[in-house]
């Protein structure tokens, strides 16, 4: 006879799959000299970042964040340490061996990204570098599926594709780089001085934008911006002159 009880092997199983688990990216003993150089650019960096939460780092200029930022961005690599995911259960214990952040799994925003912008048309510049070939459909189908969820997330609905990029405000223009970034679904998302050169409007904006964002993605921002971000950050580091990185609140 049909029964509709649920065995307890199958309830244990559904309870497994529903644990909450939880992905943290650690940055371990991670120090950094440019090849050909005689000094450390960055000393033995720790940091361990949750996923959905927010991360700020601050400190002088010249001491190393952007060089931070674009290692892990895998854009260089660390001379020594490790940058990992590891992911843990709800009882803080890590579940397998932790696996290397590639650069495919991260999105950057370098400061003034709309200086970096090469297209005519807003859709150009979001597909850019996307693959031509016929065998790709798949691939370039998932990419569209993507890009609609990453425009419906900025809230870059409202614009034409056609539009020259150049011609969209200051807000906008970081919209779209933040869009472009976000239609790789990068498991972190690094944001170097994101309201730097914007007018208050914008700049009230994209802090709105981020808190959005924050919702569905890890953010690891560099700014001087303290106070205007202040509401939305959940660990923040002073970098030190010299490279060397240490928990701090936020002097604001
Ligand atoms: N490839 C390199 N070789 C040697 N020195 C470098 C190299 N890249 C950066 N530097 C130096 O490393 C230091 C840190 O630079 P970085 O751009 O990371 O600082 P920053 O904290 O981002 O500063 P800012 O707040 O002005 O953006 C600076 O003194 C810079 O001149
Ligand atoms: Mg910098």
């Excluded at 050909?36 to 720790?46: F, M």
């Amino acid at each position: 006879m049909e029964t509709s009880l649920i065995r307890p092997s199958v309830l244990l199983n559904i309870l497994k799959i529903n644990l909450e688990t939880s992905r943290i990216v650690m940055v371990r003993k991670v120090t950094y000299r440019p090849p050909g150089t005689e000094h450390n650019l960055l000393n033995e960096i720790n940091l361990s970042l949750r996923e959905k939460s927010f991360g700020l780092i601050f400190g002088r200029s010249g001491s190393g964040k952007t060089t931070l930022l674009q290692l892990l961005a895998g854009l260089s690599e660390p001379t020594s340490g490790s940058i990992c995911i590891q992911k843990y259960d709800d009882s803080g214990n890590p579940i397998g061996l932790s696996e290397m952040l590639t650069s495919q799994r991260v999105g950057i925003v370098f400061q003034f990204p709309e200086r970096y912008f090469l297209a005519d048309t807003v859709l150009e510049e979001v597909t850019f570098g996307w693959p031509r070939q016929k065998a790709d459909l798949l691939f370039k189908e998932q990419l569209a599926k993507n890009l609609q969820n990453a425009l419906n997330l900025v809230g870059l609905t409202t614009i034409s594709l056609d539009e020259d990029p150049q011609s969209l405000s200051g807000g906008f223009k970081r919209r779209l780089a933040l869009a472009i970034q976000l239609v790789q679904t990068p498991d972190l998302l690094l944001l170097d001085e994101p309201l730097a050169g914007l007018d208050w409007k914008a700049r009230a904006d994209v802090v709105n934008l981020l808190k959005d964002l924050k919702k569905h993605h890890t953010i690891l921002v560099v700014s001087h911006d303290l106070r205007e971000l202040y509401p939305l950050v959940d660990r923040s580091w002073r970098m030190q002159m010299g490279g060397s990185l240490k928990e701090e609140s936020l002097p604001v």
